[in-house]
């Protein structure tokens, strides 16, 4: 299994920004799903994770009501969108792949397949 993340770049306060996650050598409808970050000096923290189907979804308190994932099985692709970007976004965002296809979870090490990373600029 493989998952390439893209979308990343230098956004400004306020901005909105799409990443996407494409998975490769695996059906994506096997797995749960999530979005990590982590920004220089600090932990990797969970963002956002969605169950194999999309009917069920999890945001992390720091992004609720400004961030949203989003899954298409047909495409093999999960989504984060991000709206009303603040400079404590800025990070390198992973996306992860979870062993169970309901799993959801904030642990990173229930994901058992990690992508490269994408990096996320809020600045002004």
């Known amino acids: 299994v493989q998952l390439q993340a893209s979308g990343g770049g230098l956004v400004q306060p306020g901005d909105s920004l799409s990443l996407s996650c494409v998975m490769s050598?695996?059906?994506?409808?096997?797995?749960?799903m999530g979005w990590f970050r982590q920004a220089p000096g600090k932990e990797r923290e969970f963002v956002a994770g969605i169950v194999w189907s999309g009917t069920a979804s999890s945001v992390a308190d720091s992004a609720k009501g400004r961030f949203s994932i989003s899954r298409d099985n047909a495409k093999n692709t999960v989504y984060l969108h991000m709206n009303n970007l603040k400079p404590e976004d800025t990070a390198v965002y992973y996306c992860?792949?979870?062993?169970?296809?309901?799993?959801?979870?904030?642990?990173?090490?229930?994901?058992?397949?990690w992508g490269q990373g994408t990096l996320v600029t809020v600045s002004s």
């Open positions: 050598g695996r059906s994506l409808s096997s797995f749960g």
């Open positions: 992860a792949a979870h062993r169970h296809p309901y799993g959801r979870s904030s642990t990173p090490s229930d994901y058992d397949y």
